[in-house]
């Protein structure tokens, strides 16, 4: 039996990161934060989108086995990673595939405003590695693809960050 990779969808500041962790409560569920490791393993040198497409790109290629691994052993993996372009969602399509996993897309679908308001709060209160401007949330939005259903993911809509 294989576990399920929960995968996170939505904009910066839109409660991926929340959900994720509520995700991983579960019995036989293993958290990965993608902004916890890039910020480990690469501080102070992530500054650009570029810097963030680069290092986010070796990370997912040195982690894929094993969450692999993990799915196969069947424990379920929450990746807190953004899935919020089709190439990086094509990726972990790859793990689940290849290690025969279930899989729930979850979207966080919220409105800019809201997210900017969330962001600059969470901005004010240093909880996060990463601070954005709102001038970069709007760099990283103009990335970001909603998922459908041609792409054959089973999506979990999440209304406003709801879980």
């Known amino acids: 039996m294989t576990g399920v990779l929960h995968l996170t969808c939505g904009k910066i500041a839109a409660g991926k990161s929340t959900l994720a962790a509520r995700l991983a409560e579960a019995p036989d569920a293993i958290l990965i934060s993608e902004d916890r490791l890039l910020a480990r393993l690469y501080p102070g040198?992530?500054?650009?989108?570029?810097?963030?497409?680069?290092?986010?790109?070796?990370?997912?290629?040195?982690?894929?086995?094993?969450i692999q691994a993990l799915l196969r052993a069947g424990l379920s993996v929450v990746l807190d990673f953004q899935m919020n372009t089709l190439a990086t969602r094509a990726w972990a399509r790859s793990l689940f595939e290849s290690a025969g996993a279930e899989h729930a897309l979850?979207?966080?679908?919220?409105?800019?405003?809201?997210?900017?308001?969330?962001?600059?709060a969470r901005n004010a209160a240093g909880t996060h590695q990463y601070t954005a401007s709102d001038a970069e949330f709007e760099l990283f939005t103009a990335y970001f693809v909603a998922p459908g259903d041609a792409e054959?993911?089973?999506?979990?809509?999440?209304?406003?960050?709801?879980?």
């Open 106 to 120: 979850h979207y966080l679908r919220m409105d800019d405003e809201t997210c900017k308001a969330r962001l600059r």
């Open 45 to 66: 040198e992530i500054a650009t989108l570029a810097d963030y497409v680069r290092c986010a790109g070796r990370l997912r290629e040195a982690i894929a086995p094993h």
């Open 152 to 163: 054959g993911f089973e999506i979990v809509v999440h209304e406003s960050g709801k879980g």
